[in-house]
């Protein structure tokens, strides 16, 4: 859920979806980037796998694995917010 919120919050503010990407040009943008991707990528991964099953053809296998893959690190992403919001 916090993944669905944080990547939908980005598209609301950039007007972009949220995405890995690699080239940042700040070391704040880089820092930024890896949390953005820590915390919305289960989402960001749907939403290519979802693309990549609809639109490319590829294989519903490769969408069931991405299923697990965002399912854990969404899991274990929850946990650290929910950690985060309990400390505080």
Do not use: Y
Not at 48 to 58: D, S
Request: proline share 6%.
């Amino acid at each position: 859920m916090t993944a669905g919120i944080i990547a939908s919050f980005v598209q609301l503010v950039s007007g972009k979806p949220a995405r890995f990407e690699l080239a940042p040009e700040t070391l704040i943008g880089s820092l930024g980037g890896v949390m953005l991707g820590l915390t919305a990528g289960p989402a960001i991964l749907m939403r290519n796998a979802w693309r990549g099953m609809r639109i490319e053809a590829r294989p519903p296998f490769w969408f069931l694995l991405s299923l697990m893959v965002a399912g854990v690190w969404s899991l274990f992403s929850g946990a650290i917010v929910l950690g985060i919001l309990i400390s505080v």
